[in-house]
């Protein structure tokens, strides 16, 4: 047909200088195209969907150059079940009008709106600065001013999981160990975090580790330049500041058990419920 225009490849490799990617072409929109019908989460500076495979029929001259528009139009009918799409994601990052538009009531908008253009530099650096620590297991593909591709995260936000009171469910031991080991990798690296908030932590339970997806992560200096950010020491005083005295007092026990060196065991568990169960007793009106 007309519009299934086919470009030689060399043009093609021209085309991807304008990203970065950190493994190959193959996760591209060539092979990959957006499921609009499945976000996955949403962002200021923009949100993430889920990647499905590109049948062959739809790979033409409008897919590769225009993806945005062309998926959205030729949206996906059901869920991909292939193994490949459950992997991945990509991150669109809105236009800086869209930003302006929707933050006209913020103290800052212009500010929201200057953050919007470094938002994917800045997001590759948090990647890069947490792998480097081994505390990361997300890696970037691609990524260009307006899209990104990367390890999707199958799990829940620290959000949900506090509201949902799994970090006080008798039965998620493991849950509770995971996040302990994780304050623990935290408090050992020399890290400083910009911005942080319950959307910003997420729990992989399909391999069963925490990761901090956004936040502006950078390591820390002691020359004054980085005024705005605050110690990873920090973190769980951050996440949890506008909960009530109750909770906040239990995750200060989860923080005293992984600051003490000592693994996590059932013994260690249980001396946690014990003290629990006082804090609950003494605030019945908070959950």
Request: glycine share 4%; net charge neutral.
């Amino acid at each position: 047909m007309w519009f299934d225009i086919k470009i030689p490849d060399f043009i093609k490799n021209i085309h991807f200088l304008r990203s970065t990617p950190e493994d190959s072409l193959a996760l591209s929109f060539v092979n990959y195209k957006i499921d609009y019908n499945r976000c996955l989460g949403h962002g200021v500076y923009g949100n993430v969907y889920r990647l499905a495979v590109r049948p062959d029929n739809e790979k033409n001259f409008w897919s590769d150059w225009f993806p945005f528009v062309y998926d959205y139009i030729y949206r996906i009918g059901e869920k991909p079940d292939d193994e490949q799409s459950k992997k991945y994601c990509v991150k669109i990052f809105k236009p800086a009008l869209q930003v302006l538009l929707e933050n006209l009531d913020h103290p800052f908008p212009l500010q929201r709106v200057a953050n919007s253009f470094s938002e994917p530099s800045v997001e590759i650096a948090t990647n890069q600065t947490l792998r480097k620590h081994n505390m990361s297991e997300i890696m970037f593909f691609s990524s260009g001013r307006y899209s990104q591709f990367k390890t999707r995260v199958r799990g829940k936000t620290f959000r949900y999981y506090l509201d949902k009171g799994y970090f006080t469910d008798p039965e998620q031991y493991e849950f509770r160990k995971s996040f302990i080991q994780f304050l623990r990798s935290l408090y050992k690296s020399n890290l400083v975090i910009c911005d942080m908030h319950p959307e910003n932590l997420m729990y992989d339970k399909h391999r069963s580790c925490w990761e901090i997806i956004d936040g502006g992560i950078k390591e820390a200096k002691n020359d004054g330049s980085l005024d705005r950010y605050f110690d990873v020491s920090n973190i769980v005083k951050i996440l949890t500041r506008s909960e009530c005295q109750a909770v906040r007092e239990t995750f200060e026990i989860l923080e005293k058990m992984a600051t003490d060196g000592k693994e996590y065991t059932l013994t260690q568990d249980d001396e946690f419920f014990q003290l629990f169960c006082d804090i609950k007793n003494a605030s019945p009106q908070c959950r």
